[in-house]
C-alpha cells in the first residue's frame, strides 16, 4: 500500500506570493491532517480535515486554509506568503473514526524569500 | 503551549534501554498518551499510544502513571536508528467538530544514541 504522498517536495516562493500544497492520502483514508515545523515553534498543528469537512483548526491566521476532496486528497493554500511561513510542511492521513495512528507523509519544504 | 513537558535532549548508550520521560499533568479523562518520532529529514513515525493501561508493541513500551500524570517511552535495546526526537502528545481520540483542543506536538526530546 502506498504511503502519503505531498507534492511539490520543495518550493521557493517570494513574499506576497501565494502557494498551494498538496497531500494524497494513504487508500481508505479519511482524515487529513497538515502541521507546520519550524526551528523555533516544533511541530504545529494546523487544521484536520475529515470527509471534506474541517474538523479541527489550530492557532494560524486566516491566511492559512485548506480543502479536502471526494477522494480524500487534500490541499493547504497559503496566501500573501511571509518570510515566516518558511516551514516544513507536514501531512498526516489516518482512516479517521477509531483509528489511533497517524501516517505522515515526507513533507513540503517551503521557503519564503 | 503544549499539553505535555519533555527534556530537551538525552543520551543513550547503544544496547541499552532508553527511558523517555514525558509529564502531561492536566491530562483530561478522554485523552490518550500517544509518542511519535521523527528521524531527520523524514516525516513523524507513530510508535505507540495508550490511555490508562502499559501497552507494548513490537517498538517500546509505554508505562503510563496511576493518576495518567507523566509516562514513559521505553525503547529496550535502543540501536543507533533510534536517534531522533521523540514526541509526547495528549489527545483525544475522537476529533468533533468545533471543538477547541488543538492537536500539539510541543518541541520533543532529542534522543542520541551513542556508539
Known amino acids: 500500500k502506498a504511503g502519503v504522498t505531498q507534492t511539490p517536495r520543495y518550493l521557493i516562493k517570494t513574499r506576497g506570493q501565494q502557494v498551494t500544497l498538496s497531500c494524497s492520502p494513504i487508500s481508505g483514508h479519511r482524515s487529513v491532517s497538515w502541521y507546520q515545523q519550524t526551528p523555533g515553534q516544533g511541530l504545529q498543528f494546523l487544521f484536520e480535515y475529515f470527509s471534506e469537512t474541517q474538523r479541527n483548526k489550530g492557532n494560524f491566521p486566516g491566511r492559512f486554509s485548506g480543502r479536502q476532496f471526494s477522494n480524500s486528497r487534500s490541499e493547504m493554500n497559503v496566501s500573501t506568503l511571509e518570510l515566516g511561513d518558511s516551514a516544513l510542511y507536514l501531512c498526516?492521513?489516518?482512516?479517521?473514526?477509531?483509528?489511533?495512528?497517524?501516517?505522515f507523509g515526507p513533507g513540503t519544504r517551503l521557503t519564503v524569500l | 503551549d503544549a499539553k505535555t513537558t519533555q527534556p530537551t535532549s538525552m543520551d543513550c548508550a547503544e544496547g541499552r534501554a532508553a527511558n523517555l520521560p514525558c509529564n502531561h499533568s492536566t491530562i483530561s479523562g478522554n485523552e490518550y498518551v500517544y509518542w511519535y518520532r521523527q528521524i531527520h529529514s523524514q516525516g513523524p513515525q507513530y510508535i505507540i499510544h495508550g490511555l490508562k493501561n502499559n501497552e507494548t508493541n513490537e517498538m517500546a513500551s509505554l508505562i503510563i502513571t496511576e493518576d495518567r500524570k507523566s509516562s514513559t517511552l521505553i525503547l529496550p535495546h535502543a540501536t543507533l536508528r533510534d536517534t531522533a526526537v521523540y514526541y509526547c502528545i495528549v489527545s483525544p481520540l475522537n476529533i468533533s467538530l468545533n471543538r477547541d483542543d488543538k492537536i500539539i506536538f510541543g518541541k520533543g526530546t532529542r534522543l542520541h544514541i551513542l556508539p
Open positions: 498526516a492521513s489516518s482512516l479517521g473514526g477509531d483509528s489511533h495512528e497517524q501516517f
